[in-house]
């Protein structure tokens, strides 16, 4: 599509978008790649438009793609900047890696929520990616596949590493969030939501706040230890101990008003949670 010469491998290329020709932008067409991306642009200006959202790379960073994930070309060509690694997942099938990506949750972020580097960790990404470009440069050997995952492998290693400092130095906005998460919950039992939609979904939380769910669930586990699906039980437990010690509503009502189907279903995850049973933690108050 862009006009480049076809790659010394058939399942991994670098892009250098300083080599391509303006005109070789699909504008404004909607473009999906069988491939994993990762964008390295240590400098940058503008905006890309993903999906409902926009890149913002003024700082210069890290975007990450899965296979089949939709993109939107910019209207502003000068948006192309960087270096873009394309891997098929046929190249790291038969390796270790091919099992494990899926623990890379940033290949599942949106578009918002991109990896922002500091100076020394730009020269460290640069450094790999110099050094995927020699290997791309030399002639395919036996060895080339495996040095090549091996590379691929220490790039998403560094960018976990990353973006986990950047959950603990971006406190301040993701205390916020926190913040917002909490009262979004609160208003969700406050307005009765419960009673007519059941127990609130992970779905529910990160589409309320407009995070991906992997990113909102990566948060939280930095910072308090639990995924979105913890911290959404715990919420519901805290309210459960309320209503069990200042009401005399059944424990089959308290599972009714707080969304759950089935009364058998609330007792066994507050027991799972507080190692008592809902009748138990009532009875120490009387």
């Known amino acids: 599509m862009l006009e480049l010469p076809a790659p010394m491998h058939p399942l991994i290329a670098l892009v250098d978008y ?30 890309i438009k993903y999906g409902q959202g926009y890149y913002d ?9 899965k296979p089949k994930q ?27 890696l091919g099992k494990t990506i899926g623990q890379y949750g940033f290949f599942s972020y949106d578009v918002s929520e991109a990896l922002f580097l500091s100076a020394k960790e730009k020269e460290i990404i640069a450094g790999l990616f110099a050094s995927i470009a020699n290997e791309l440069e030399n002639n395919i050997d036996n060895f080339s596949q495996n040095v090549l995952v091996s590379q691929i492998e220490l790039l998403l ?35 009765e939501n419960s009673l007519k939609n059941g127990l609130p979904s992970v779905k529910y939380i990160s589409t309320e706040l407009k995070l991906s769910q992997r990113y909102l669930s990566d948060m939280l586990s930095s910072l308090t230890g639990l995924n979105t699906q913890q911290y959404i039980q715990n919420t519901i437990i805290e309210r ?47």
């Open 18 to 47: 300083n080599s391509v020709s303006n005109d070789m932008f699909p504008k404004g067409q909607k473009v999906s790649i069988d491939f994993y991306k990762v964008s390295f642009k240590p400098t940058f200006t503008g905006h």
């Open 57 to 65: 790379f003024e700082e210069g960073g890290l975007a990450f793609l």
């Open 70 to 96: 939709i993109v939107f070309p910019p209207e502003e060509i000068e948006s192309y900047e960087g270096i873009s690694l394309y891997f098929h997942p046929d190249f790291i099938r038969n390796y270790p």
């Open 157 to 191: 290693n560094y960018s976990n590493r990353f973006y986990n400092r950047q959950f603990i130095t971006r406190k301040a906005v993701n205390h916020d969030i926190i913040t917002s998460l909490d009262k979004l919950l609160n208003n969700y039992f406050e307005e």
């Open 240 to 286: 459960a101990k309320e209503k069990l010690s200042n009401t005399n509503l059944s424990v089959s009502e308290i599972a009714y008003e707080l969304g759950f189907e089935h009364s058998q279903s609330f007792s066994k995850l507050f027991k799972a949670k507080t190692d008592v049973s809902p009748l138990e933690f009532r009875k120490s108050f009387n």
